[in-house]
């Protein structure tokens, strides 16, 4: 089935330093979403990027989306200690819209 | 407005017993989803509903059924509960978006989890 793969599995930085997670997909999709997990919370939606974009902005994020590679890039610039979390993303496909197939994620640890 | 709710919070069954998860929306959305969640897996998608009264098997549907006899409330059922199925389980519910004649799934609000031990 398709999954979103994301990469690196675990990211350790310092504040103010920027973080880049990747995710992979395999077929085509209608749009791509990040998610973020606190520990032993529910997911919070970050921000979702449709296949016709290819840049999206949210304040300190930054959603690249590359669809002939089926990847997209997730940049945090200006980290913050309480971004520590873990990143999901999840997409969805054109044969079926009914569900969301999430990765496995990418564990963010940001150091003061 | 409350959002995504899940009750319980914890549990704790020993091997063969039964409970039901509940999660209720308050949003009016109508697509409702149950997910698991083991460390390392991501989440996985168990059912999910399109609407009152439908359901249709995800992922990982084996040994969990599920109702949606109301459109804000979406319950799992474990029958009889395995150590296997000891995980995190989240709700999330979202809705549709038209464009150009079709329709998009929008983002999905996520209830808090329910832990559930099976021993």
């Known amino acids: 089935s398709q999954q979103g793969e994301e990469d690196p599995q675990a990211l350790s930085i310092q504040e103010g330093e920027n973080a880049t997670m990747n995710c992979s997909y395999k077929t085509s999709i209608n749009n791509l979403q990040w998610y973020r997990q606190n520990s032993g919370r529910g997911l919070v939606h970050l921000i979702l990027i449709r296949s016709n974009e290819r840049e999206k902005h949210s304040g300190r994020l930054r959603v690249t989306l590359d669809t002939s590679k089926k990847s997209s890039s997730l940049l945090i610039t200006a980290s913050r200690a309480a971004d520590t979390a873990s990143y999901f993303c999840a997409t969805d496909a054109v044969y079926n819209t009914d569900k969301l197939i999430f990765g496995t994620g990418t564990r963010l640890q940001v150091f003061p | 407005n409350a959002g995504v709710t899940q009750t319980p919070k914890f549990r704790v069954l020993k091997t063969g017993q039964s409970m039901t998860l509940l999660c209720a929306q308050d949003m009016n959305h109508e697509y409702m989803y149950w997910y698991r969640q083991d460390p390392g897996m991501g989440l996985r998608l168990i059912h999910y509903?399109?609407?009152?009264?439908?359901?249709a098997k995800g992922e990982v549907p084996d040994g969990y059924n599920v109702s949606r006899l109301k459109k804000q409330n979406f319950l799992l059922g474990l029958e009889s509960a395995a150590p296997s199925q000891t995980s995190v389980y989240f709700c999330?519910?979202?809705?549709?978006?038209?464009?150009?004649?079709?329709?998009?799934?929008?983002?999905?609000?996520f209830g808090p989890g329910t832990r559930l031990l099976v021993l």
């Open positions: 509903s399109v609407g009152e009264g439908t359901t």
């Open positions: 999330a519910s979202s809705w549709d978006r038209e464009n150009r004649g079709r329709m998009f799934r929008e983002t999905q609000y």
